[in-house]
């Protein structure tokens, strides 16, 4: 069994940068797809980016491209999601995930979110 926690959360001012990080214990972290979700008040839990177990492929939801950047360390079995140029809609919690393939459309395992704020 997987455990997924996140880390990095706050408020930050509109313009303003954050880096959340999530920590996975008890599995192979190198053989997961790492996703960050994230889900605003009222509305459903929506993609952010994801980070593929081969070569690393990186892939983002429009709303975040050019803006956040996902990287993994395999060593530290840690999941980054550095976010720049923030905006208030960007207001939400933040999930991380683990999926036992790079296709799978599924995620296994889910951490418990990390509360971000945005101010305008």
């Known amino acids: 069994q997987v455990q997924l926690v996140e880390l990095g959360g706050g408020l930050v001012q509109a313009g303003g940068s954050l880096r959340l990080s999530c920590a996975a214990s008890?599995?192979?972290?190198?053989?997961?797809?790492m996703g960050w979700f994230r889900q605003a008040p009222g509305k459903e839990r929506e993609f952010v980016a994801h980070?593929?177990?081969?070569?690393?492929?990186?892939y983002y939801a429009d709303s975040v491209k050019g803006r956040f950047t996902i990287s993994r360390d395999n060593a530290k079995n840690t999941v980054y999601l550095q976010m720049n140029s923030l905006k208030p809609e960007d207001t939400a919690v933040y999930y991380c995930?683990?999926?036992?393939?790079?296709?799978?459309?599924?995620?296994?395992?889910w951490g418990q979110g990390t509360q971000v704020t945005v101010s305008s």
């Open positions: 995930a683990a999926a036992n393939s790079d296709y799978a459309v599924e995620y296994n395992y």
């Open positions: 008890g599995g192979t972290f190198s053989s997961y797809k």
């Open positions: 980070i593929r177990r081969s070569r690393s492929m990186t």
